[in-house]
């Protein structure tokens, strides 16, 4: 199955679609997206990038790691 992330898509949607995100996403730093409530009401109105920013952190690093993982990204 080709794993394709849509940049576009919120993150409670990304996560929806692939459960292991939660855990690369945590590992990653985004500690929140382990809360069911969190990712339901905060993930559903966030799209990946503007989580990064929110967080501070750099989406080109996010997005690499996600690439090693094998995901392809479309934005």
Request: net charge negative; with cysteine.
């Given at each position: ?53 929110k967080m501070?952190?750099?989406i080109n ?11 392809e990204i479309?934005?």
């Amino acid at each position: 199955m080709e794993k394709k992330l849509d940049l576009k898509k919120s993150v409670f949607e990304l996560t929806e679609e692939f459960p292991e995100l939660i855990e690369i996403l945590k590992a990653l730093g985004f500690l929140g997206i382990t809360n069911f409530v969190m990712r339901t009401t905060v993930g559903r109105i966030t799209t990946l990038p503007e989580g990064c920013k929110k967080m501070g952190k750099d989406i080109n690093e996010v997005l690499n790691v996600l690439k090693e993982k094998g995901f392809e990204i479309v934005e």
